[in-house]
């Protein structure tokens, strides 16, 4: 931005900051709407899409204000795809396994956070220290990462019952009242124990 585009280095950490903030706030939608949808592998294609539009935007960008908005779009497609996608893990791995899931899945993102910057730097080497035709070529594994959630199997979760409508009703007896019970000359006090109560049995009777 700085060297291309001619951004002021202000410019530079207010794109990054404003990014990661929008990106904070998106993660806790994203997850509640991933709770509510029967299918989260949408949100999560949405989130890689949004990533992929992003990269292309740089990609054409001349003036810095479009790398600013294509940086907080690629950081909402973040913020959209992570919760899903873990939840999405969780759903589809036993409770015994989701460990090994999650590590597996954290290790092939380390793998690519390291060897991605790698191979960028080798091809602006290789294309005469060109920026363009590196961030042209880097849409194209955004790309296929979308394409790739096609292939994601999902079955939908089952909705959610409906909540009973109308408050619980109920009975109290007042202290001291006595219910009849229902058989034959019997009675009970409340169940509070504070009012008389009578058991009568043929001829007898206690007070």
């Given amino acids: 931005m700085t060297s291309v585009l001619g951004a002021p280095v202000a410019v530079v950490s207010l794109t990054e900051g404003l990014a990661d903030g ?8 994203a997850g509640a709407a991933s709770d509510r949808a029967r299918r989260r592998r949408g949100l999560v294609g949405v989130g890689y899409g949004l990533a992929a539009s992003a990269k292309a935007l740089v990609a054409v960008a001349t003036v810095w204000p479009l790398v ?5 779009v690629d950081r909402v497609g973040k913020g959209i795809r992570g919760a899903p996608r873990d939840a999405l893990i969780a759903d589809d791995v036993g409770p015994e396994d989701r460990g090994r899931a999650y590590g597996f899945h954290r290790a092939l993102d380390t793998t690519g956070a390291v060897l991605g910057p790698l191979l960028g730097m080798g091809l602006y080497v290789a294309l005469g220290h060109r920026f363009r035709p590196v961030l042209v070529v880097a849409v194209v594994p955004a790309v296929v990462s979308v394409a790739l959630v096609a292939l994601v199997g999902e079955s939908p979760r089952p909705r959610p019952a409906p909540a009973a409508r109308g408050p619980a009703t109920t009975t109290a007896t007042p ?5 009849h019970d229902p058989r034959p000359g019997r009675w009970s006090a409340a169940a509070t124990g ?14």
């Fill in 22 to 29: 929008v990106a904070s706030l998106t993660k806790v939608v």
């Fill in 68 to 72: 600013l908005v294509a940086r907080v």
């Fill in 175 to 179: 202290t001291g009242a006595r219910s």
């Fill in 194 to 207: 504070t009012g008389p109560s009578r058991r009568r049995t043929g001829g007898s009777s206690w007070c």
